[in-house]
Every structure is written in C-alpha cells, then in structure tokens.
C-alpha cells in the first residue's frame, strides 16, 4: 500500500532548480557559515599543515623546505629524547593514578564520610578554586610554596626544625609538578565521583549498614562497582589530557633544569617557539597525535571489552 | 539525617541501642576524615591566604602572619613599576587589553555558538553526525600541533594589507579569533542541548506567524534561553580573562600584553623576586574569577549534581 501511495505522490515531484537549491543551503548559511569557517580556519587547516610542516625544515625564514623524514631521524637519534619520552610517561601515568585516586578520595571523603552538606560543600569548592585560578596565579603561589629562598612556605617550616633551605624545584620538579597539575586534576575527578556516589540509592547504603557492613565493605563492595564507568572514563581522559598538558609545566620549571621535566608536548613548544624551528616542531608534534591515537585504540579495546562482559548495573 | 538503626520499621525484637564501642568507632572515623580533609586541603587553604596577606604587607610569616602592612605592594595601580634593571609600565592600558579580550571572546563565543547550536538542534543535513563527531575528536588533540599552524596561519594573516595588524600575529584580536574558535565547539554542543528542550510549538508559531528561520531565532527562542547564554557568557569571559598560552605564544610587544602575560613577566629571576609587588598583581588580575567563584560557588555544586540527594 505504501508503494501505491508513493506512485500516485510520484509526478507531483519536480527535479529540484538550481536557485532552489541555492536557497535551501542559503538558510544554513548564516547559522553554520561562521562555525565552519572558524573551525576549518582554526582546526582542520592547522591539522593539515602541521603534519605537512613536519616534514619541512622551517625555521624563523617562514619558508616550505621539504626535507622527507629528515625531522623525524633527527628526532630519534636525538640523545635527550628517550629522557623526554621517560619524563613523559611519568608525569601521564602519575598524574593521572593522582587525579583518578585522590579525586575519588577526596569525593569519598566529601560526600560519605563527611555528612553534613555545607562542610563537604566547603572543602569541594576549597578544591575547586585552584581550577577557576589563571594558570599564571596559580603558579606564582606554588612558586612561593617551594621556593628555594628562605621565603618559601616549606623552607619556613623546614627552618622552624633547624633545617637549611632547599632548592626543591632544581632537585625534585617532577613530583612536584605531579602535585601541581594534581591539585587541579582531582577536582574534576572529584565532581564526577561526588555526582557518582550521591546518584547511589542511600537505602543501599542503610541496608548495608543494618546488615552490620563497615564503611571500608560499603566502599569496597558498593561505591566502587558503582564507580567503575566513571573511572574508566576519567582514566582515559585524563591520559590524553595529560599527553597533550604542558601549560604548568612552561611556567614553573620551563622544563628545567636541563631538561630534567621536559615533557614530549613541552619539547615540541619549545622547538618551535623558542628555538623557532618550526618544521622541527611540527614532526615532534606529530609524534604526540600518533602516540594519543594509538593509546585511545589500546584504551578503547582494554575497557570496551571489560564494559561487554558487565552489563549496566541498575542505577550506575 | 535518622539512623536506620533506631528506625521504627524494624522488627520489636530488634534491638534498637548502640553498643559503646560501635560509637566510638564512628566517632574516631568522622574524626580521622575530617583530619584528612584538612590535611590535604590545608595547602590549597595557605597558598590563597598567602597571596592575600603578602600584597598588604611587606613581610609574612609562615604564609599568613603579615608582619608590616604597607600598600606599597599595590604601586603598580598608581605608577611604574621598577624590579632590579626591568621597568614595567603602566598596569591600566594592559587591564584594558585583558578586558577588551575577554568580550571579544564572550562576544564570538556566544554570537556562533548561538548560532550553530541552534542548527545543530533542528536543522537535517548531511554530514550533520560526522560534523559534530570530528568536532568533538579535534577537541581531544593536543593543543600544541595546532599552536604550530596557527602561528604559521596568524604569520600569513600578518602580511595581509590593511587588516593584517588587527587579526594576525602580535594582535589580541588575532588571538581573539584562535581563542573562541577552540572555545566554540564545547560550546555549540552546550546550546545545542538548551535548543533541545524547547518545544517545537513556540518555534512553529513563529513561523507560522511569516517568520523567516534567522527571526525566529533572534526574537522568540534564543529570549527563551537567555539564563543558559549568559552561563556561557560568564564562562566564556572568565576563560578568555584568564587566557595565557595562546597570548604568551602569539604577542611579543608589551603594548599589546594582557594581565597574564604582564603578572607572568613580573615572576622574572629568583634573584629579584617581590613577591609582595607580585602577590598583589596577582591578586588585582584574579578579582574577576574570585568574584564569579564567591558569588556562584554553591549553585555551581549544586548544579553538577544530578540524582538523589543524600
């Protein structure tokens, strides 16, 4: 019946004119036209020439001097380089086991421990206020903090004992800069896991207690199956976040000293923009995309798979 | 909050009272998280009552005894600033800058997001889904391949007669347009989701009304979702207040510095730190954000919480 129908609709259909046409795309102009311009001027061009810039050798000339893959074995027979690839898997993995736990530590802390709702409320938005800081604030506090002076915060303390100062950005940037980027990382984690654990059913919870369970059961057998999705996918966010993240790291150490907390994305803002060999940039850029391209395949497959296995729990 | 073992509903056998040890043990927990919370979040709580008590006084002890309070540290407000061989000028043409930023990109982030939300929320087309799909995987890339081209782009916007001073390098509203345009994305998809919920009837009685779709749009459904533009209003100033990378990147005169890129040029050498001038810099730049977060810091929690409240 329906074909019927269509055959007897069917002559009424003219092909449709040109300027027809036209004005039906004219309608999208004025809502799209500025999207797309700007998304292509802004994204796409510049993933184009970035990948076509790595195989160049510009320099401050500005000028397109093909060189093939010389970049890239320059690259990987740079000395400094497997200490840049160490640096950074250090600083990803860290910091991303950092903003995962203690996110979900301090979420934990905040919303089932901690029962009244303005305390918890209070030390969420303590957490939250390092995130909605400009990074060059934030960073000029941290600097006071481990300041190698004897102004600074842990210098203080550390001379209150008897102690001399200690210049702890030169001895130890790495782990400090895991705190940097952590403090600002767990927050996010911890406004997910908060959202996460007030959404479980407090019955539950009462049921369990009734039933005689201790708070680390409650945890172990109740809030985190509950939490396995969100923290499958903060894991992967923040993995690829943090390959690309060097915005912290630029202001408090630079990647200093010598290179000690150079991290991959760093290197490659520093090749192109201090060194201002751009074309060499772009290759160590592009590196990184084929390195977070992989790792999201890899991510992908490890949980998608496990997520099959487990079917939605009722109200996760 | 009742506690489930005095509940009434249970069984009469059930005996409803508390043995010692289990009290204690719920007291000792509360006690031990809450130490922990301070603990860990007694940095965060130092690091901001520094900032304060050093940009009113000259010395401060431990992070939050001032010793001398002077107003010294706030000289940059009324006249130049001179740190060990370097001078700095005068901090009011730089706020301007930040300013007239931050609206630029407010302005285009609300203008093509209102704009592309609403196509993306009615309007079938082809490539609609990959469009929106490549949106959100160009979001994940890591923004230093991008920087690269776009200083090459900006560099070839520079030699453009005429308006090339004004949106290539060197230019905050070069960096304007690079700003809102990886701004835009999150923020279409955002209003996107305000167009969703309103009801096609409105909209339908507009153009039944005669209402071309650009009239419909500006008079009678963006008015309906005005609370949710101006969020992302607020957000989108906030981030270009706040902006540093792009703008540490992309200018070099100091004329054209804004507020980051101005504070981050005072951090200087160790040898020359004062970090009272510095603090208080710091703290004349933040009065927006710190504003925004002691105004909205309880609706802003509340509002990522979905679900039963506990």
Same mark, same amino acid.
């Given at each position: 019946?329906?074909?019927?129908?269509?055959? =007897?609709?069917?002559?009424?259909?003219?092909?449709?004119?040109?300027?027809?046409?036209?004005?039906?795309?004219?309608?999208?102009?004025?809502?799209?036209?500025?999207?797309?311009?700007?998304?292509?001027?802004?994204?796409?061009?510049?993933?184009?020439?970035?990948? !076509?810039?790595?195989?160049?050798?510009?320099?401050?000339?500005?000028?397109?001097?093909?060189?093939?893959?010389?970049?890239?074995?320059?690259?990987?027979?740079?000395?400094?380089?497997?200490?840049?690839?160490?640096?950074?898997? $250090?600083?990803? $993995?860290?910091?991303?086991?950092?903003?995962?736990?203690?996110?979900?530590?301090?979420?934990?802390?905040?919303?089932?421990?901690?029962?009244?709702?303005? $305390?918890?409320?209070?030390?969420?938005? $303590?957490?939250?206020?390092?995130?909605?800081?400009?990074?060059? =604030?934030?960073?000029?506090? @941290?600097?006071?903090?481990?300041?190698?002076?004897?102004?600074?915060?842990?210098?203080?303390?550390?001379?209150?004992?008897?102690?001399?100062?200690?210049? @702890?950005?030169?001895?130890?940037?790495?782990?400090?800069?895991?705190?940097?980027?952590?403090?600002?990382?767990?927050?996010?984690?911890?406004?997910?896991?908060?959202?996460?654990?007030?959404?479980?059913?407090?019955?539950?919870?009462? !049921?369990?207690?009734?039933?005689?369970?201790?708070?680390?059961?409650?945890?172990?057998?109740?809030?985190?199956?509950?939490?396995? @999705?969100?923290?499958?996918?903060?894991?992967?966010?923040?993995?690829?976040?943090?390959? !690309?993240?060097?915005?912290?790291?630029?202001?408090?150490?630079?990647?200093?000293?010598?290179?000690?907390?150079?991290?991959?994305?760093?290197?490659?803002?520093?090749?192109?923009?201090?060194?201002?060999?751009?074309?060499?940039?772009?290759?160590?850029?592009?590196?990184?995309?084929?390195?977070?391209?992989?790792?999201?395949?890899?991510?992908?497959?490890?949980?998608?798979?496990?997520?099959?296995?487990?079917? !939605?729990?009722?109200?996760? | 909050?009742?506690?489930?073992?005095?509940?009434?509903?249970?069984?009469?056998?059930?005996?409803? *009272?508390?043995?010692?040890?289990? *009290?204690?043990?719920?007291?000792?927990?509360?006690?031990?998280?809450?130490?922990?919370?301070?603990?860990?979040?007694?940095?965060?709580?130092?690091?901001?009552?520094?900032?304060?008590?050093?940009?009113?006084?000259?010395?401060?002890?431990?992070?939050?005894?001032?010793?001398?309070?002077?107003?010294?540290?706030?000289?940059?407000?009324?006249?130049?600033? &001179?740190?060990?061989?370097?001078?700095?000028?005068?901090?009011?043409?730089?706020?301007?800058? &930040?300013?007239?930023?931050?609206?630029?990109?407010?302005?285009?982030?609300?203008?093509?997001?209102?704009?592309?939300?609403?196509?993306?929320?009615?309007?079938?087309?082809?490539?609609?889904?990959?469009? &929106?799909?490549?949106?959100?995987?160009?979001?994940?890339?890591?923004?230093?391949?991008?920087?690269?081209?776009? /200083?090459?782009?900006?560099?070839?916007?520079?030699?453009?007669?005429?308006?090339?001073?004004?949106?290539?390098?060197?230019?905050?509203?070069?960096?304007?347009?690079?700003?809102?345009?990886?701004?835009?994305?999150?923020?279409?998809?955002?209003?996107?989701?305000?167009?969703?919920?309103?009801?096609?009837?409105?909209?339908?009685?507009?153009?039944?009304?005669?209402?071309?779709?650009?009239?419909?749009? *500006?008079?009678?459904?963006?008015?309906?979702?005005?609370?949710?533009?101006?969020?992302?209003?607020?957000?989108?100033?906030?981030?270009?207040?706040?902006?540093?990378?792009?703008?540490?990147?992309?200018?070099?005169?100091?004329?054209?510095?804004?507020?980051?890129?101005?504070?981050?040029?005072?951090?200087?050498?160790?040898?020359?730190?004062?970090?009272?001038?510095?603090?208080?810099?710091?703290?004349? /730049?933040?009065?927006?954000?710190?504003?925004?977060?002691?105004?909205?810091?309880?609706?802003?929690? *509340?509002?990522?919480?979905?679900?039963?409240?506990?």
């Amino acid at each position: 019946m329906a074909t019927e129908a269509a055959m =007897i609709e069917s002559p009424q259909r003219k092909p449709i004119s040109l300027l027809a046409r036209l004005k039906n795309i004219a309608v999208y102009v004025p809502f799209l036209g500025p999207f797309l311009f700007l998304v292509v001027t802004y994204f796409f061009l510049p993933v184009v020439l970035t990948t !076509a810039l790595s195989f160049t050798s510009m320099d401050s000339k500005m000028e397109w001097n093909f060189v093939g893959l010389e970049n890239f074995r320059r690259l990987f027979s740079d000395p400094i380089i497997p200490g840049i690839a160490r640096n950074t898997a $250090i600083y990803v $993995i860290l910091t991303c086991v950092f903003n995962v736990g203690f996110g979900f530590f301090l979420a934990l802390l905040t919303t089932y421990f901690v029962e009244r709702e303005n $305390i918890g409320l209070i030390f969420r938005s $303590i957490w939250l206020l390092p995130r909605m800081t400009p990074s060059v =604030i934030y960073i000029i506090m @941290w600097q006071w903090f481990v300041s190698p002076t004897e102004l600074g915060f842990v210098n203080q303390i550390l001379r209150a004992f008897g102690q001399p100062p200690q210049a @702890w950005l030169a001895r130890r940037p790495m782990p400090i800069l895991i705190l940097v980027n952590g403090f600002i990382g767990a927050s996010f984690g911890m406004i997910i896991f908060s959202a996460a654990i007030k959404s479980i059913p407090v019955d539950l919870i009462r !049921a369990a207690r009734v039933d005689g369970a201790s708070d680390l059961a409650i945890v172990r057998r109740i809030i985190v199956p509950m939490l396995k @999705w969100p923290i499958m996918f903060l894991t992967i966010w923040q993995i690829l976040s943090l390959l !690309a993240s060097y915005e912290y790291i630029l202001l408090l150490t630079d990647g200093g000293p010598f290179y000690k907390s150079e991290v991959w994305s760093l290197n490659a803002y520093h090749r192109a923009f201090s060194s201002l060999q751009f074309g060499y940039g772009a290759s160590i850029a592009l590196v990184l995309v084929v390195v977070g391209v992989i790792a999201t395949f890899i991510m992908l497959k490890l949980f998608g798979f496990q997520r099959l296995m487990e079917p !939605a729990k009722a109200g996760a | 909050m009742s506690d489930s073992r005095t509940s009434t509903t249970s069984p009469a056998k059930f005996i409803a *009272r508390v043995p010692l040890w289990e *009290r204690i043990r719920v007291r000792v927990g509360k006690i031990l998280a809450y130490t922990l919370l301070i603990v860990v979040s007694a940095p965060i709580v130092v690091m901001y009552v520094w900032l304060f008590m050093q940009s009113i006084s000259t010395r401060v002890l431990l992070g939050f005894i001032p010793q001398k309070l002077s107003l010294n540290n706030w000289r940059f407000l009324w006249s130049e600033v &001179t740190i060990g061989v370097r001078t700095y000028t005068n901090i009011w043409p730089v706020v301007l800058n &930040t300013f007239l930023f931050a609206i630029g990109v407010t302005f285009l982030v609300v203008l093509v997001s209102a704009l592309s939300g609403f196509a993306l929320s009615r309007f079938q087309f082809r490539g609609r889904i990959q469009l &929106t799909q490549m949106t959100i995987l160009l979001h994940a890339f890591p923004g230093v391949t991008l920087l690269i081209a776009i /200083y090459y782009i900006l560099f070839v916007l520079w030699k453009v007669p005429v308006i090339g001073p004004i949106i290539g390098l060197n230019s905050i509203w070069g960096v304007v347009f690079v700003k809102s345009a990886l701004e835009i994305p999150m923020a279409a998809w955002i209003v996107k989701g305000f167009f969703d919920e309103i009801p096609w009837d409105i909209e339908w009685a507009a153009y039944v009304d005669g209402c071309s779709r650009l009239q419909a749009w *500006r008079r009678v459904i963006l008015p309906v979702i005005r609370p949710g533009i101006a969020s992302v209003a607020i957000f989108a100033f906030l981030a270009g207040w706040s902006e540093f990378l792009y703008l540490f990147t992309f200018i070099f005169e100091q004329r054209n510095f804004t507020l980051s890129l101005y504070v981050k040029q005072l951090i200087g050498d160790f040898k020359f730190v004062d970090y009272g001038l510095l603090s208080a810099a710091a703290l004349f /730049y933040m009065i927006p954000p710190l504003l925004f977060f002691l105004f909205t810091q309880k609706s802003l929690l *509340r509002v990522s919480f979905g679900g039963v409240k506990g």
